[in-house]
Nanobody, 129 residues
Framework: QVQLQESGPGLVKPSQTLSLTCSVS??????????WNWIRQPPGKELEWIGY???????KYSPSLKSRTSISRDTSKNLFTLRLSSVTPEDTAVYYC?????????????????????WGQGTQVIVSS
């Protein structure tokens, strides 16, 4: 059974870079038919897809966040990382990492839905001075 766990600072100052890590167990991020995603939910709003990294290391980002987003990975530690630069209070959200099958990826990008399995518990990030 795959398990994902987000970690990182809960408070980030405006203009700084938010950095979160997703540690994965029970599956390899470097093989298989799943993409490894970051998704967030601002307070009172719907889930927003941020981006993903594939088993081969390719990445794709939301157009609205692309200029500030970078997703990387460490296959030796089986984890992947989100970096979001120049944050503002509008980046305050619960951030999730998620494993998404290639068949469900398009739907997850257009209308993210939290699934019963393959998601981390989420980590709250507040952007404030």
């Amino acid at each position: 059974q795959v398990q994902l766990q987000e970690s990182g600072p809960g408070l980030v100052k405006p203009s700084q870079t938010l950095s979160l890590t997703c540690s994965v167990s029970g599956d390899s991020i470097a093989t298989g038919l799943f993409y490894w995603n970051w998704i967030r939910q601002p307070p009172g709003k719907e889930l927003e897809w941020i981006g993903y990294i594939t088993p081969s290391g390719s990445t794709k980002y939301s157009p609205s966040l692309k200029s500030r987003t970078s997703i990387s990975r460490d296959t030796s530690k089986n984890l992947f990382t989100l970096r979001l630069s120049s944050v503002t209070p509008e980046d305050t959200a619960v951030y999730y990492c998620a494993r998404v099958s290639v068949l469900q990826q398009a739907a997850m990008m257009s209308r993210p839905t939290k699934m019963a399995a393959g998601w981390g518990q989420g980590t709250q990030v507040i952007v404030s001075s």
